[in-house]
């Protein structure tokens, strides 16, 4: 499996570099995939001299300072979510789960609408809405998270419970400061970041998701034997000699640090944590070995696309992405609904 999966796994990067090149080509100024490759060659240091410079003043401007930052934002946060995704459903056992289901999206939207509607954190200038969404985001977990424990304990139930209590309640109040604005505009982009957007990509916003989605990342990786006993379930966890309740506080820690952040830039992007697992156990199985790294392949693959559609598709206006995730979600759980040998852990 290892020799088929290395091949597997660099077929689908080089999949993803050819997706994000197309992605960074397109829009309502068409480039060439030279261009793009010698304006980002023309970034790095030690060969950046030997890259010809002929492309105008403009196409540099378009290619790296608007679209490959954008594009680049939508391949982390897609992988980001899906590795989230996969690590959230082994922690409940439940192949519906996504990293949402703690509450972190909803939380994250309090303090996005706090911002755009109240003009909390305006001190902060163009990262009031990055900070206050994901301190949103920690505040929805905090909460989750003394509501589920027990005796020093986390339940996994409770943990549920809490999260959708939270959740509705955080919704709650982000309505409520909707329906008392009266600001046209500030409502529109309420509801544009709430469905999800990449539009605000700058490369000065991109390092602080890129350095938490590697560290949860490696993390996940290195812990996939814990992750595959989870799935065993909890006596045989522990029989393994699995730190149940540790481990347990671990992975909702890193999930909900991962996922805060990925909110906190993108909006509130649905469907792509809770999709891709799905697709890479029927086609890896379920080991974690294989099913965090082909995951974040496929979860950045899949969004740098979703969010190329979402700009041109009604070009020159810009569709939210989690419109485009949410067409493609829907119709795979209906197809899922109807496979009657699919299962949860298929492929073991």
């Known amino acids: 499996m290892n020799k088929k999966f290395m091949l597997f796994s660099f077929v689908l990067f080089m999949v993803l570099i050819v997706s994000m090149t197309f992605a960074v080509m397109v829009g309502s100024v068409s480039v060439t995939p030279l261009y793009v490759w010698k304006v980002i060659l023309s970034k790095i240091p030690f060969i950046q001299n030997a890259i010809e410079q002929d492309w105008s003043r403009s196409q540099e401007i378009i290619i790296w300072q608007i679209r490959a930052p954008r594009v680049l934002l939508a391949a982390i946060v897609g992988a980001g979510l899906a590795i989230a995704g996969a690590a959230i459903q082994a922690l ?206 496929i979860g950045g693959i899949f969004l740098v696309w979703a969010d190329a559609f979402a700009r041109i598709i009604i070009a020159p206006q810009e569709m939210p992405i989690g419109i485009i995730t949410a067409f493609c979600g829907g119709p795979f759980f209906i197809w899922l609904l109807r496979r009657n040998n699919y299962s949860f852990g298929e492929g073991d």
């Open 92 to 297: 409940v056992r439940n192949s519906i789960a996504d990293p949402y289901i703690l509450g972190i999206s909803s939380g994250a939207a309090v303090g996005a609408t706090s911002v755009i509607i109240l003009g909390a954190f305006s001190f902060l200038g163009i990262y009031a809405l990055s900070i206050s969404a994901f301190l949103g985001s920690l505040l929805a977990i905090a909460l989750v998270f003394f509501l589920s424990r027990v005796g020093g304990r986390v339940s996994i139930f409770r943990l549920l419970l809490a999260g959708m209590a939270v959740s509705f309640i955080l919704t709650a109040i982000s309505n409520f400061i909707l329906m008392m604005s009266k600001q046209e505009g500030a409502l529109k982009a309420v509801m544009f970041w709430m469905l999800g957007s990449l539009a605000g990509a700058k490369w000065n916003n991109i390092i602080i998701p890129a350095s938490i989605f590697f560290v949860v990342f490696v993390l996940l990786w290195l812990h996939y034997r814990n992750l595959n006993l989870l799935l065993l379930g909890e006596e045989a966890a522990v029989t393994l000699g699995v730190n149940l309740q540790q481990f347990r506080i671990q992975l909702i820690l890193l999930v909900s640090l991962l996922t805060g952040v990925l909110v906190a830039v993108s909006g509130s992007i649905g469907f792509v944590g809770l999709i891709i697992p799905h697709i890479v156990r029927l086609i890896v199985g379920s080991n974690y070995k294989y099913v965090i790294p082909i995951s974040a392949l």
